[in-house]
């Protein structure tokens, strides 16, 4: 596989539920991003990985945790979701410095109910 | 405070009938700027990047031009697989990882 792959395409989830979504690139890259796009909102950044240490977190709710374990993967655990956290979630990768262009998967779709 | 604004917010073109898309933005200093399409159900895919006032860059039917205050994405007789949103975001100089979004234009090409 090439690109940027991201599991599951569809989540429907309780507020208590606990899921978990699945980042893996296959570019080589070293930084890995997790973005959350909303209906008429601007992409939101949410965390960004450079060399697998977490160097921003957006102020994201604590019910949302990243994990990466290597440079490849990206994890997004989510527990004790609320409705407003319904959306597009997409995870990217990019060279360190960013100026070559991000390389985004397709998403996954959430939805708490 | 760093912003990018894209407009239209949505464009419906006849194919072959050429328009373009811009994207004005307020950073401090440009380290970059970006253009990508997003079809539905998809992630962003990346179309250009824009370094300096003056620079263009084209690909197939779309050109993408620059100055210090805004960047155009021109589309040249378009065909209807050319219906998507385009994204504009901008990096600032002072922030190597970040990049502010516009939130898009919907183009629609009509056979």
């Known amino acids: 596989e090439t690109g940027v792959t991201q599991t599951p395409r569809h989540l429907v989830m309780g507020m208590t539920n606990k899921k978990s979504l699945k980042c893996e690139q296959h570019l080589g890259h070293n930084a890995m991003y997790w973005y959350k796009q909303s209906a008429k909102k601007p992409l939101e950044l949410m965390f960004v990985?450079?060399?697998?240490?977490?160097?921003e977190n957006n102020s994201v709710p604590s019910r949302f945790s990243p994990e990466c374990p290597n440079s490849s993967h990206l994890f997004l655990h989510l527990h004790t979701l609320q409705p407003e956290d319904s959306a597009l979630y997409l995870c990217?990768?990019?060279?360190?410095?960013?100026?070559?262009?991000?390389?985004f998967g397709s998403g996954t779709r959430l939805t708490v109910v | 405070e760093d912003q990018v604004t894209q407009s239209p917010e949505a464009l419906r073109l006849q194919e072959g009938e050429s328009s373009s898309l811009n994207c004005s933005y307020t950073v401090s200093g440009l380290r970059g700027l970006f253009w990508y399409r997003q079809d539905p159900g998809k992630g962003p895919e990346f179309l250009f990047t824009?370094?300096?006032?003056?620079e263009e860059k084209e690909k197939e039917r779309l050109k993408a031009t620059l100055t210090k205050k805004e960047s155009f994405l021109h589309i040249t007789a378009p065909k209807p697989e050319d219906s998507a949103t385009y994204l504009c975001?901008?990096?600032?100089?002072?922030?190597?990882?970040?990049?502010?979004w516009g939130l898009g234009t919907s183009l629609a090409v009509n056979p």
């Open positions: 990217a990768s990019s060279q360190t410095g960013g100026g070559y262009g991000y390389t």
């Open positions: 975001a901008v990096q600032d100089a002072g922030n190597n990882r970040k990049l502010i």
């Open positions: 824009l370094y300096s006032a003056g």
């Open positions: 990985y450079s060399l697998e240490e977490r160097v």
